[in-house]
């Protein structure tokens, strides 16, 4: 059974740092392109940063230059590094395996950051 679970959120000050992680259990994690998505409140979920079976990495342009993303196939485990965290950036994180329609997603993981 295919399982995504996030972990790393947490309050934080503003300027601060956050590594989340998606450790996948059920699939096969090296052919998926991996994402991390996030919902702020009153708002749509939008995509943050993407990383594909081969290592190719996207990101959105609000998180470039603050936000890594990166794997380790043999953990099964995303980690998404967040760096120059703003109060805007503050949302439930989500990972997602293999697309928004038919993929897979974890639970989520709620990241504060205070002004």
């Known amino acids: 059974q295919a399982q995504l679970v996030e972990s790393g959120g947490g309050l934080v000050q503003s300027g601060g740092s956050l590594r989340l992680s998606c450790a996948a259990s059920?699939?096969?994690?090296?052919?998926?392109?991996i994402s991390w998505y996030r919902q702020a409140p009153g708002k749509q979920r939008e995509v943050v940063a993407a990383i594909t079976s081969s290592g190719i990495t996207n990101y959105a342009e609000f998180v470039k230059g603050r936000f890594t993303i990166s794997r380790d196939n043999d953990k099964t485990t995303v980690y998404l590094q967040m760096t120059s965290l703003k109060p805007e950036d503050t949302a439930v994180y989500y990972c997602?395996?293999?697309?928004?329609?038919?993929?897979?997603w974890g639970q989520g993981t709620q990241v504060t950051v205070s002004s």
């Open positions: 059920g699939i096969m994690f090296r052919i998926y392109t």
């Open positions: 997602n395996a293999g697309g928004v329609e038919h993929g897979y």
